[in-house]
């Protein structure tokens, strides 16, 4: 009987390292699968964060088009503002010249500003435009762009 206990225990040794090697065996293939499921949730996850990438810079783009074109308008609308102040200029010019050659007709017919007017400082009085209209020929012309384009 000792051949038939040794030999039950040699098989029992095998089966148990069989079944030990379908234990590993098992085992890794469980690892292995585990191992594929994380792989698939981080290429997930990364194709979720570049889909939200994308839509961040779309609307990154639209916004900056949208700024793109806000600026354009208003460059667009100052070189207008610009274009009637440059003529607004040239006209007032033209105007002031006209105005100095009627004056130095004037003078050279009449003789009426070959004084100099007293400075306004120099006066006692305080002068109105009725009472002294020579006054204010020299003064300068204020305006500002906000009153030229009220309707």
């Not at 095998?14 to 379908?22: P, T, V």
Request: glycine share 4%; charged share 20%; aromatic share 4%.
């Amino acid at each position: 009987m000792a051949s038939s206990s040794g030999n039950s225990s040699g098989s029992t040794q095998i089966q148990n390292s069989g079944s030990e090697g379908n234990e590993r065996k098992r085992k890794r293939m469980q690892s292995n699968r585990e191992s594929a499921r994380r792989s698939r949730m981080r290429k997930q996850k990364h194709l979720d964060d570049m889909v939200s990438q994308v839509a961040q810079l779309r609307n990154d783009n639209a916004q900056i088009l949208n700024n793109i074109n806000h600026t354009t308008q208003h460059y667009l609308n100052m070189e207008r503002e610009n274009s009637v102040l440059r003529a607004q200029l040239m006209e007032l010019t033209h105007r002031l010249h006209s105005l100095d050659d009627m004056l130095a007709s004037i003078n050279s017919v009449y003789g009426i500003f070959d004084s100099p007017a007293p400075a306004p400082e120099i006066l006692t009085a305080p002068e109105t435009f009725m009472t002294n209209p020579w006054m204010y020929l020299n003064q300068p012309i204020m305006a500002s762009a906000d009153a030229m384009f009220q309707c």
